[in-house]
């Protein structure tokens, strides 16, 4: 089986473990490729530069910025931003979206940059890995209705994307999936509480399905409390297929083929 883990931060400074040891682990638990995730410049760059390394699991990098420094955002950063796309183990921008839980910058401020960064990644053809949290006192529409209209606006369904780390209602999903984005499962799925959660991923159709960890974030259940892993994935992968009532051989090789076509559209990198 090659499981694939499309999204988590081996860019993050400094990493709970050693790069070499999660690596290794991630290789032996059967992760073949992982898709390192940036959230600002430094930590854009940082995920091209382990693109650019060989080694199992493969990694592919996503370059954005997070909803949380939007405010950082001037006319510099989308002329980086645009430099850092080109590099061809750019698979993706992100993560962007919208984060009104912690509010760190102004919403009107993530709403202006968000878009912007959509209109980036439809004008050079990459898919957008979406952030979406919603805030302790939801506005009317909250988070989901403003980004579904921002993609709207940015004509995103022509690229498509992912919703990482999917945490909406079964109404936000098939509204993501109606701009033809993909959804993405991680630990969260596999928290005893969380049946709407596996209700959502139940019903989403098998090829639009993602799993990944957002280590060092959200452990699943097995390991709660502990900073989490790539390797891991494999745990966010086998609930997923019991949940479906699929094989875990099935599942992962769905998942795979779900991850080559939005990620690696032209083949082989």
């Not at 997923?240 to 090789?253: D, F, I, P, Y």
Request: contains cysteine.
């Amino acid at each position: 089986m090659r499981f694939v883990n499309t999204h988590c931060h081996w860019n993050e400074e400094p990493l709970k473990a050693p790069l070499e040891e999660q690596r290794a682990a991630a290789a032996e638990a059967g992760v073949a490729r992982a898709v390192v995730v940036g959230f600002d410049l430094p930590s854009s760059r940082r995920a091209l530069e382990l693109a650019r390394q060989p080694g199992v699991p493969e990694i592919l990098a996503a370059v954005g910025l997070h909803p949380h420094d939007a405010r950082t955002a001037d006319e510099g950063f989308y002329e980086d931003l645009r430099a850092l796309l080109a590099d061809p183990r750019a698979a993706a921008l992100g993560e962007i979206g919208l984060d009104y839980w912690y509010d760190n910058s102004p919403r009107e401020v993530q709403r202006e940059v968000f878009a912007r960064q959509v209109a980036l990644g439809v004008g050079v053809g990459k898919p957008l890995v979406l952030h979406l949290r919603d805030g302790k006192d939801p506005e009317a529409d909250g988070v989901y209705g403003q980004a579904f209209r921002i993609l709207e606006e940015g004509k995103a369904r022509e690229v498509g994307g992912v919703f990482h780390c999917f945490g909406g209602n079964a109404s936000q999903a098939r509204a993501a999936l109606d701009l033809g984005f993909h959804l993405s499962f991680a630990g969260p799925l596999t928290y005893p509480k969380n049946h709407a959660l596996r209700d959502i991923a139940r019903d989403c159709p098998l090829d639009r399905i993602l799993t990944e960890t957002d280590a060092p974030y959200l452990a699943p259940q097995g390991h709660r409390g502990k900073p989490n892993e790539p390797a891991w994935v494999v745990e966010v992968a086998r609930t997923l297929a019991e949940v479906r009532g699929l094989s875990l051989e099935a599942l992962t090789e769905a998942v795979w083929e779900n991850a080559e076509r939005l990620f690696c559209p032209g083949g082989p990198r």
